[in-house]
T-cell receptor, first 112, second 113 residues
Framework: GENVEQHPSTLSVQEGDSAVIKCTYS??????FPWYKQELGKRPQLIID?????GEKKDQRIAVTLNKTAKHFSLHITETQPEDSAVYFC???????????FGSGTRLSIRP | DGGITQSPKYLFRKEGQNVTLSCEQN?????MYWYRQDPGQGLRLIYY???????QKGDIAEGYSVSREKKESFPLTVTSAQKNPTAFYLC????????????FGPGTRLLVL
């Protein structure tokens, strides 16, 4: 069945450095890729998403890139800050599907 | 996601007891979802509903039941058949159209006494 693999499972970066989280998906029909941020004990919240008709999208310090050929998409966070510490989930959805497939999550820690 | 509410915030279940978690949305979304999240783990789909009076099993439906009698409401019952129910339960909703994201409620933490 459909699958989304996410790496790494944990990531620690120095404050001010960049963080990159990578995901691969199996369903070639996937065309929508949201990213969620979940702080401890809270709900996942959408931070950015990308559709298959574009290769990159940016929103301030956050960017997402998509390589449809390789079925890869990545989250890039620049100039990391302490409030970026959280668990990040990638996800993929196809136009024919009724549910989103989530990755297993990446726990990002920002070192002061 | 502010239009999705879940109650209670914490719920305690005794052995052999059925408990019901509430999920309500005022976003006029057609689709609603229930996920289970264990500590340090990802999201696992329990049930989902794309339209009133219809729902489908997700990946871990055993021991759970749902109903969708109203568009705004999608309650989840954790039955006594669910032997390890301790987890964080998240409800989500979306327009149901292809490529539309899901918005999550604040969650209910279920603990077994």
């Amino acid at each position: 069945g459909e699958n989304v693999e996410q790496h790494p499972s944990t990531l620690s970066v120095q404050e001010g450095d960049s963080a990159v989280i990578k995901c691969t998906y199996s369903d070639s029909a996937s065309n929508y890729f949201p990213w969620y941020k979940q702080e401890l004990g809270k709900r996942p919240q959408l931070i950015i998403d990308i559709r298959s008709n574009v290769g990159e999208k940016k929103d301030q310090r956050i960017a997402v890139t998509l390589n449809k050929t390789a079925k890869h998409f990545s989250l890039h966070i620049t100039e990391t800050q302490p409030e970026d510490s959280a668990v990040y989930f990638c996800a993929a959805m196809s136009s024919s599907a009724s549910k989103i497939i989530f990755g297993s999550g990446t726990r990002l820690s920002i070192r002061p | 996601d502010g239009g999705i509410t879940q109650s209670p915030k914490y719920l305690f279940r005794k052995e052999g007891q059925n408990v019901t978690l509430s999920c309500e949305q005022n976003l006029n979304h057609d689709a609603m979802y229930w996920y289970r999240q264990d500590p340090g783990q990802g999201l696992r789909l329990i049930y989902y509903s794309q339209i009133v009076n219809d729902f489908q099993k997700g990946d871990i439906a055993e021991g759970y039941s749902v109903s969708r009698e109203k568009k705004e409401s999608f309650p989840l019952t954790v039955t006594s058949a669910q032997k390890n129910p301790t987890a964080f339960y998240l409800c989500a909703s979306s327009t149901g159209l292809a490529g539309q994201t899901q918005y999550f409620g604040p969650g209910t933490r279920l603990l077994v006494l």
